[in-house]
């Protein structure tokens, strides 16, 4: 499984939630087949609240994405979505933070994509929330975040997208370990 935050965040909602449910391809304009799944969340909801937004930075988003071989049911997809969001709103009341999922499976090759947009307010406060600080790819040490493979019923391997990330990830981890020392 590849966790990527897309270095993006900036304008109005229109632009993130219309690029993960159009049925459309914004490059070739050939039609999706099969069609982007709205998985949870809704769009218009989603939409509203970046716009809303006074932040220069209004949205997270991202996609987990799975290599054919370990394609997920829905219900581990669905495990998938609350292990990654308990993850990522640590601490924060569902009903404090608005994402919404998309499935795409248009890949061609049968292969499962779940995409999400966030926008970056904690909803009872309305301040800032970034869930993505390191913008990138990700690596969790599936023996560490067992969660996921605990949820699922299976293993998951989160590949990185490079060193650099990956170094960003040790570093910051140790740091949290060494203030809680």
């Not at 406060?125 to 605990?150: D, E, F, W």
């Amino acid at each position: 499984m590849l966790v990527k935050f897309f270095p993006r965040g900036v304008g109005k909602g229109r632009g993130p939630v219309e690029y993960i449910t159009r049925k459309d391809d914004p490059n070739t304009k050939a039609l999706r087949e099969p069609a982007p799944e709205i998985v949870r969340g809704n769009p218009e909801i989603t939409k509203q609240l970046i716009d809303g937004l006074d932040f220069k930075y209004k949205y997270n988003s991202g996609v987990l994405s799975f290599a054919i071989e370990d394609a997920p049911t829905e219900q581990q997809q669905q495990a998938l979505i609350d292990s990654f969001e308990e993850y990522a709103f640590a601490g924060i009341e569902r009903e404090n933070y608005n994402t919404l999922w998309v499935r795409h499976t248009h890949t061609g090759s049968d292969r499962v994509e779940l995409h999400f947009v966030t926008p970056k307010v904690e909803l009872e406060t309305g301040k800032s929330l970034n869930i993505a600080p390191l913008v990138g790819t990700v690596t969790l040490n599936p023996g560490r975040h067992t969660g996921i493979s605990k949820r699922t019923g299976q293993d998951q391997t989160i590949y990185p997208a490079n060193e650099f990330t990956n170094q960003a990830i040790k570093l910051s981890s140790m740091q949290r370990n060494n203030e809680q020392d």
